[in-house]
């Protein structure tokens, strides 16, 4: 095999689970984005496990269902410049995926009153 034959394998393998993490992120079913892109189920699952490459017109709407810019899913430089936040929603996610829909929302609550109650200047102490 050529060394831009394994290039482009790594990039469409990369490109599968970009697609397998928006969608899991999200939290929508292999058939729900099937039944949006108007394709069999099983197409989908393809393209999340790499077997089949995806065309400009469906990774356009894949972008649009996922809401993320086409670019994210191919873009390195993008990609690696948001690791770190996407380690943290992944752990987020798989956290909170079977609680309940209440139970989410209360996990946001805390969320935004983290995010509002602010940090302390560094050098002083909270009361």
Partial sequence: MADSDR??????QR???????A???????QELVADTLKVPRAAISA???GKRKVSSLELRDLARLYKRP?????????RNNDDSMDTTARAL???TKNLSDEDRQQVVRFAQFLRDA??????????
């Fill in 93 to 95: 996610f798989r956290a």
């Fill in 118 to 127: 602010g940090r302390p200047a560094t050098g002083t102490r909270r009361r």
């Fill in 23 to 29: 969608r899991e992120y999200l939290g929508l079913s």
């Fill in 70 to 78: 086409v670019s994210y899913f191919l873009d390195e430089s993008m």
């Fill in 7 to 12: 290039l482009e394998d790594k990039d469409q």
């Fill in 15 to 21: 490109l599968a689970t970009r697609l397998r993490e």
């Fill in 47 to 49: 393209l999340e496990a």
